[in-house]
Nanobody, 116 residues
Framework: QVQVVESGGGLVQPGGSLRLSCTAS????????MSWYRQAPGKERELVAS???????NYGDSMKGRFTISRDNTLNTVYLQMNNLNPEDTAVYYC??????????WGKGTLVTVSS
């Protein structure tokens, strides 16, 4: 069983920045594909960014150029740096760990609120 825990959410003003962290344990972290998703009220969950075990990255269209995903395998942690935030980025952000065998594990989410 893989345990996934997000942190770093909170309230930020429009134009501000925030960094989310996600740790995963119970499996060799370096072999996990890690992804961030978000779900805004009344909307479907959408991909924010993902990073493979060899650090290839992929971003949702509305996040390109503003968000950066990275990983530190020594700390079993993946980060999501979010810059130039706007109210449309308000959502619960979820971290997902995917094993090479196709198993997926989700965290409980962390709330990001962008508001003045």
């Amino acid at each position: 069983q893989v345990q996934v825990v997000e942190s770093g959410g909170g309230l930020v003003q429009p134009g501000g920045s925030l960094r989310l962290s996600c740790t995963a344990s119970g499996f060799a972290f370096s072999r996990l594909r890690m992804s961030w998703y978000r779900q805004a009220p009344g909307k479907e969950r959408e991909l924010v960014a993902s990073i493979t075990p060899v650090s290839s990255t992929n971003y949702g269209d509305s996040m390109k150029g503003r968000f950066t995903i990275s990983r530190d395998n020594t700390l079993n942690t993946v980060y999501l740096q979010m810059n130039n935030l706007n109210p449309e980025d308000t959502a619960v952000y979820y971290c997902r760990a995917s094993t090479p065998f196709g198993m997926e594990y989700w965290g409980k989410g962390t709330l990001v609120t962008v508001s003045s």
